[in-house]
């Protein structure tokens, strides 16, 4: 910065870039897994599978790792290695829309299943 004067709004912006930056854990900080990282997966995998069955997804017959609802035809959840993909269909292709990490994103993705099941769409 240099010795220039700043208006209110330019003064507001950068202390609000300021807080966030302050605000935000550095990843290192971040409280270590309960166990190791693929048995946190699967059981926040299986967690997932109730839940999703909960709010009425199914299971896909052509492949275990994605799951419909049929109320919804145009959303779905797809199962990846470390994540749980939020997807939603457009012009019949189908683009992801938000990104769960199995391992330290559990509640967030519960959270999106249900608000999927109440509105369509993830909030």
């Known amino acids: 910065?240099?010795?220039e004067s700043f208006d209110i709004d330019e003064l507001q912006t950068v202390l609000q870039l300021t807080a966030v930056v302050?605000?935000?854990?550095a990843d290192?900080?971040?409280l270590p897994l309960p166990g190791p990282a693929d048995q946190v997966r699967e059981t926040h995998r299986q967690r997932l599978i109730e839940q999703l069955g909960e709010?009425?997804?199914e299971q896909s017959p052509r492949s275990a790792v994605l799951y419909y609802n049929a109320h919804h035809p145009n959303v779905r959840f797809h199962f990846r290695k470390h994540n749980l993909n939020f997807e939603r269909r457009s012009d019949d292709r189908w683009s992801m829309e938000r990104q769960y990490l199995l391992t330290r994103e559990l509640d967030e993705a519960l959270e999106a299943i249900s608000a999927s099941r109440r509105r369509g769409a993830v909030p």
């Open 55 to 57: 709010d009425g997804y």
């Open 22 to 25: 302050v605000a935000s854990p």
């Open 28 to 30: 290192d900080q971040r």
């Open 1 to 3: 910065m240099t010795s």
